[in-house]
C-alpha cells in the first residue's frame, strides 16, 4: 500500500483549538513587552525621583526667569539678575566656590595620597573613609554653630589664640568671604578624600615597575606618567567640588545673614517674600544663571571622566 506524507498537526492546547501564525506572534510580543517592563521597573522610582526634584522644578526656573508678574514674555528679570548687587553677587559666589573647590582639592588630594602609599594602611584606610563621609556629610546651621562658638567672636578657641598671640584672631574674620572658605573646607576636603582614592587606586602598579626599569625618577613617574594620567580625574573632581560650593547656602547664611552678597543668599530673599515690585521673577533668573553654570561644569566634567576612563578603566 503506498503511504503519502501528511503536514504535522497544528498545536494545540486543552480545550482550545489551533494555534494560528498570529496568535503566536502576539504572544511573543506580550512575553517581550512584559519582560521590558520588568527591566525598566527599577528604574521608574528614579525617574519618577528626577522628574520631581529637577526636570520639573528646572522647567519651572526657566519659565520663570522670562515672564513678566502679568504673565507675558520679557528679559527685564533676566537683565536685572546680571545688573548691578546680582551681578556682584555672582563674583563673589564664582571666587568663593574657587577658593573653596581649589584648597581643599590640594589638601585631599595629599591626604589620599599619604593613605594610598602608605604600608598597611587597611585599617587607616577604612577609618579615613569613615570618617570622611561623615564629615562630608555634615554642613548647614550645625557646622555654622560648630565654628562660631569656637573660633567666633565669643569662641572658645579664639579666647586661647588671644591668650597665645594677642591681636591675632579677634573671631570676626570668621564672617568674611575667607571665613567662609575656611567654614567649607570642613566637608569638601574629607569630600574630595572620596572622590579622588578610586582614582589613585585606578593607577596601575605595573606603571611605576616599568617606569623604575627604565630609570625614571618618582618625580619623573609623576611628570611623565601618573601625573598626565591622573589629571582627568583629578580636574573633574575639582569640577564637583566648585559645583558643591556653589550651591551651598544654609552654611554661609547662619554665618554672615547676608552681609556677604552671595547668590545662593540672595534667591533666599526672593523665596523668604522680600521682594521688590516688578521683581517678583528675580530670583528664578539667578536661579537660572546658577544652573547654567553648573551646567556648564558638569558638561566638562563628564568630558574628563571620559577622558579618564581609557586609562583607569
Known amino acids: 500500500m503506498e503511504h503519502t506524507a501528511t503536514a504535522p498537526a497544528p498545536v494545540?492546547?486543552?480545550g482550545a483549538g489551533p494555534v494560528s501564525a498570529d496568535q503566536a506572534g502576539a504572544a511573543s510580543t506580550v512575553i517581550a513587552l512584559m519582560r521590558w517592563v520588568r527591566r525598566v521597573a527599577g528604574v521608574v522610582p528614579f525617574a519618577v525621583y528626577l522628574a520631581l526634584g529637577m526636570l520639573i522644578p528646572m522647567i519651572a526656573v526657566i519659565v520663570g526667569a522670562f515672564q513678566s508678574p502679568s504673565g507675558g514674555f520679557t528679559l527685564s528679570n533676566v537683565k536685572a539678575a546680571t545688573h548691578g548687587v546680582y551681578l556682584h553677587g555672582y563674583w563673589e559666589t564664582i571666587l568663593?566656590?574657587?577658593w573653596a573647590s581649589v584648597l581643599p582639592a590640594i589638601f585631599g588630594l595629599m591626604i589620599a595620597y599619604a593613605i594610598f602609599t602608605a604600608k598597611r594602611a587597611s585599617v587607616l584606610r577604612q577609618l579615613v573613609i569613615t570618617t570622611s563621609g561623615v564629615f562630608a556629610n555634615f554642613g548647614g546651621v550645625p557646622l555654622a554653630f560648630l565654628f562660631i562658638a569656637s573660633l567666633g567672636s565669643g569662641g572658645?578657641?579664639?579666647?586661647?589664640?588671644q591668650d597665645i598671640v594677642p591681636n591675632s584672631w579677634d573671631g570676626s574674620q570668621l564672617y568674611t568671604l575667607s571665613g567662609v572658605?575656611?567654614?567649607y573646607m570642613y566637608?569638601?576636603?574629607?569630600l574630595?578624600?572620596?572622590i579622588i582614592l578610586p582614582g589613585l587606586e585606578g593607577l596601575r602598579a605595573s606603571w611605576r615597575e616599568a617606569a623604575e626599569n627604565l630609570g625614571a625618577s618618582t618625580m619623573q613617574y609623576w611628570r611623565y606618567v601618573g601625573g598626565p594620567v591622573l589629571l582627568p580625574t583629578f580636574m573633574g573632581c575639582l569640577l564637583l567640588l566648585f559645583g558643591s560650593s556653589l550651591s551651598a547656602y544654609a552654611t554661609a547664611e547662619a554665618m554672615t545673614s547676608g552681609t556677604i552678597p552671595l547668590t545662593s543668599i540672595q534667591i533666599g530673599t526672593f523665596i523668604n517674600g522680600n521682594v521688590l515690585a516688578g521683581q517678583v521673577n528675580v530670583g528664578k533668573a539667578l536661579s537660572l544663571g546658577l544652573v547654567l553654570i553648573i551646567a556648564v561644569a558638569m558638561v566638562i566634567y563628564v568630558i574628563l571622566q571620559r577622558r579618564a576612563s581609557r586609562w583607569l578603566s
Not at 187 to 190: G, K, S, V, Y
Open 12 to 14: 494545540t492546547g486543552p
Open 96 to 98: 568663593l566656590s574657587i
Open 156 to 161: 572658645l578657641i579664639t579666647g586661647w589664640i
Open 181 to 183: 572658605v575656611l567654614v
Open 187 to 190: 566637608f569638601q576636603i574629607p
Open 192 to 194: 574630595m578624600v572620596l
